[in-house]
C-alpha cells in the first residue's frame, strides 16, 4: 500500500471515531456510595422487616421503603451525618420505614442520641450513605 492510502485509512479511523457519539449506560452502576439528604427521625424498635429484634440500644436504622426492595439491604450498614452539627454515626439497616420520604431514615434512640444530643429535637437534617 502506498503512504497516502496509510494515511486516508487512518484518518477515516479516526473521523469515525470521532464522529460517531460515546453512550454511557448509568444502568447497573453501584449506588450504595450514593448520597441520599433527607430527614433523620427515630422510633422505638423491636421485630424489624429484615426479622431480628432489636433494642432501642442497637445502632440500627429503618429505610425507606421504597429502598428496601425485598430487604436486599439487610445487615448492609450505612454512614450518617447530621447536616447541622457534622455529627456522623455508621448503623445496621433492619427495617422499613414505609412513613420515610425517598431519603429520609428511621433511627433507633440511640443512634439518634448519638447525632442529636437529645431526642426532643425530634427530626434532624441528614446524609446517609450505604456502605
Not at 456522623?88 to 431514615?105: I, Q
Not at 427530626?123 to 446517609?128: A, E
Request: proline fraction near 5%; aromatic fraction near 8%.
Amino acid at each position: 500500500m502506498a503512504p497516502f492510502t496509510y494515511f486516508a485509512f487512518a484518518l477515516a479511523l479516526v473521523s469515525s471515531t470521532l464522529a460517531a457519539p460515546t453512550v454511557v449506560s448509568l444502568e447497573g452502576l453501584d449506588k450504595r456510595a450514593a448520597d441520599h439528604t433527607g430527614r433523620g427521625t427515630f422510633f422505638e424498635v423491636g421485630l424489624g422487616a429484615c426479622g431480628k429484634v432489636n433494642k432501642d440500644s442497637d445502632h440500627i436504622v429503618a429505610i425507606p421503603s421504597s429502598l428496601f426492595d425485598g430487604g436486599k439491604h439487610c445487615k448492609q450498614t450505612v454512614l450518617i451525618k447530621n447536616k447541622k452539627n457534622g455529627k456522623t454515626a455508621v448503623a445496621d439497616v433492619r427495617d422499613s420505614c414505609p412513613g420515610c420520604g425517598p431519603n429520609d431514615l428511621d433511627m433507633s434512640p440511640s443512634l439518634f442520641k448519638s447525632l442529636s444530643a437529645s431526642l426532643n429535637d425530634g427530626v434532624i437534617p441528614v446524609t446517609w450513605h450505604f456502605r
